[in-house]
């Protein structure tokens, strides 16, 4: 397994823009299909975002348009830009690895940065 890092998050005001970033150790971080989720209390994980180490990507419709994944497999590190945000973007968001080449379901991701919380003020 790969050991991941967070770093990026924070407040913003809606219509803002943060960057996410994770740092990936270990293993062959290139082999890897890396993933964006987020959590607010009492819901579930949501998916975000997923990369192939081709840099294949998927997002979901509740941020196509608006967010980015991308990765750099020099430097071991996927990303995550995020534009226009509204409020209801407010959660934890989560980097996840896995040697999945399509899933949208966390079960699929076996590991997991420590999370990150992005608060999107109206």
């Known amino acids: 397994q790969v050991q991941l890092v967070q770093s990026g998050g924070g407040l913003v005001q809606a219509g803002g823009s943060l960057r996410l970033s994770c740092a990936a150790s270990?293993?062959?971080?290139?082999?890897?299909?890396m993933a964006w989720f987020r959590q607010t209390p009492g819901k579930e994980r949501e998916f975000v975002a997923f990369?192939?180490?081709?840099?294949?990507?998927v997002h979901a419709d509740s941020v196509k348009g608006r967010f980015t994944i991308s990765r750099d497999n020099a430097e071991n590190t996927v990303y995550l830009q995020m534009n226009s945000l509204k409020p209801e973007d407010t959660a934890v968001y989560y980097c996840?690895?896995?040697?999945?080449?399509?899933?949208?379901?966390?079960?699929?991701?076996?590991?997991w940065g420590q999370g990150t919380q992005v608060t999107v003020s109206s």
């Open positions: 996840a690895a896995g040697r999945t080449t399509w899933s949208t379901n966390q079960s699929d991701f076996g590991s």
């Open positions: 270990g293993r062959t971080f290139s082999g890897y299909t």
């Open positions: 990369i192939r180490w081709t840099g294949f990507t």
